[in-house]
């Protein structure tokens, strides 16, 4: 495990204190002061304590993303498509998702799993669209998935009339599930391009449309165009989570509206999606280093953890930092029917937790999100740091406890030029057991002549209540998205260790 060279000794200093202190759930509270007073909605924070404590429990094997032999990695055979000449290519393929049930296991889609990711281009960084690749359900091979193509045509955005759609340049993350009657409904981002002349700024807006696919014979899926394309949530007014015309002219904002996750529950519909906060529910701006309750811990921890922030170079990374994880309900028609206040938030510590990720198992929900250490403001924390967080709640709508004590459900410090280097990790209920099929991608864009970003080897991951392990020798195939719970042996012995 690497430790970062800014890693002062004030900074060690505070994690001795934080570590006696300890890390936990910290709610916006009434009285903190008065200009926090209207954020008082108790959605659970990431302090700068838990990334301490993070900092602490990473390197444990029970929580690092397991080692992959650089040697066995292959480029998944049917990631093919075309350059802007129309020549023949192999893609990058990268984040991606599985069509899912209503309660996050894998469709079976006229007895296929399908797997929607972004792909394009390794040279061409703008190149990111969305593809379907589906396999035969029970194959587990990363030959067996085939390639789709695009899911949609360039002309689609304009013929939906939808005023967002028809600057559409890029199509970002979501998420897919199989309707009640049968159809395949997809949720991902619509990103304008940055073209500040035209008033553009690179808005990302959740999506949706009906995917029409059908079965020409017994071994091929086919995209037989979409229906109901149509924008859902771009952030209003900014009050609840910010809209990009708030970040347009700050330096070093990062403004987020991605990633939406679909899911239901007790007859409701919803998404959960990476944002950042508005106006009414904890913004960004100086007066968060004067916010205890972004710190975590207690009075001393509070005072010489901001002191050592405001000699850090991340300090106005930190000041900036507001990433959420934004929840929405949807009328029957997947229209926007409620704006809610944040799950989660991680104001002073990062702008960014992506891939939103949420499933009822054992009678739980489970929220995990992803980030990156570099776009972390804690020393502590290195830039080839990979997490995935998660949390846990007795309902969808929290409040949300970190699992493990802090959050840290996975961890990885890689050097991004590595081909066994993975992001994006999705974790997949099977319906039975405790265990979760995770999977990523594999490999960073346009790096090496041959080896382009891949469906990265999935791996078990086995949940108990408030606490997760690596399951040991869990290591699957590249794509693997099912188990088969009868081999799936229960004394896998998934933990490393009792804490």
Not at 72 to 89: V, Y
Not at 426 to 440: E, L, M, R
Request: hydrophobic share 30%.
């Amino acid at each position: 495990m690497k430790f970062n060279k800014w890693f002062s000794k004030a900074a060690t200093a505070t994690v001795a204190t934080t570590l006696l202190l300890g890390g936990g759930v910290q709610a916006f509270a009434k009285g903190n002061d008065e200009a926090d007073s209207k954020a008082d909605s108790a959605f659970t924070q990431i302090t700068r304590s838990d990334m301490l404590n993070i900092f602490k429990q990473q390197g444990k094997e029970k929580y690092e993303v397991p080692s992959f032999d650089a040697s066995t990695i292959k480029n998944i055979p049917s990631a093919i498509g075309h350059d802007s000449s129309g020549k023949q290519i192999d893609l990058d393929v990268w984040d991606s998702w599985p069509l899912q049930n209503a309660d996050g296991t894998v469709a079976n889609y006229k007895g296929y799993n399908i797997v929607f990711g972004l792909a394009g281009d390794p040279k061409r960084g703008e190149d990111t669209f969305i593809y379907l690749f589906y396999q035969k359900a029970g194959d587990t091979s990363l030959s067996g998935w085939k390639n789709a193509g695009r899911v949609f045509k360039d002309n689609d955005k304009l013929l939906s009339n939808d005023p967002i759609l028809k600057n559409q340049s890029e199509e970002w993350s979501g998420s897919a599930t199989l309707t009640s009657d049968g159809q395949v409904r997809l949720f991902y981002t619509s990103r304008q391009p940055y073209d500040p002349n035209n008033k553009l700024y690179g808005k990302q807006t959740l999506s949706t449309a009906q995917i029409n696919v059908s079965q020409p014979d017994d071994k091929t899926l086919k995209v037989d165009g979409v229906e109901d394309l149509k924008s859902i949530y771009d952030g209003g007014d900014g009050k609840t989570y910010q809209n990009v015309q708030q970040s347009v002219g700050i330096d070093m904002d990062n403004h987020t509206l991605r990633d939406p996750h679909y899911v239901e529950d007790q007859g409701h519909k919803y998404i959960i999606f990476e944002a950042n906060t508005g106006t009414e529910t904890g913004y960004q701006g100086e007066d968060s280093i004067q916010n205890p309750a972004y710190y975590g811990g207690n009075k001393n921890f509070f005072e010489e953890e901001q002191q050592n922030l405001l000699q850090s170079p991340k300090k106005k990374g930190a000041e900036l930092a507001n990433g959420a994880l934004g929840i929405v309900e949807l009328n029957d028609d997947y229209t926007l029917k409620n704006v809610m206040p944040p799950l989660i938030a991680s104001n002073l510590v990062t702008d960014e937790i992506e891939r939103a990720n949420v499933f009822k198992m054992n009678g739980l929900w489970y929220l995990f999100t992803s980030t990156r250490g570099s776009k972390v403001t804690v020393d502590a924390i290195g830039d080839d740091d990979i997490y995935m967080l998660g949390y846990v709640s007795t309902s969808l709508t929290g409040p949300y406890k970190p699992l493990n004590g802090t959050g840290l459900v996975l961890h990885q410090d890689l050097d991004r030029d590595d081909i066994t280097w993975t992001y994006a990790h999705f974790a997949i209920p099977q319906g039975k057991g405790n265990n979760v099929v995770v999977s990523s991608y594999m490999t960073n864009r346009g790096l090496f002549p041959d080896h382009k970003s891949t469906f990265a080897p999935s791996f078990l991951l086995n949940i108990k209540g408030s606490k997760t392990s690596v399951v040991k020798n869990g290591i699957l195939e590249q794509g693997q998205i099912t188990i088969d719970p009868a081999n799936d042996k229960k004394e896998h012995q998934n933990e490393y260790g009792k804490k």
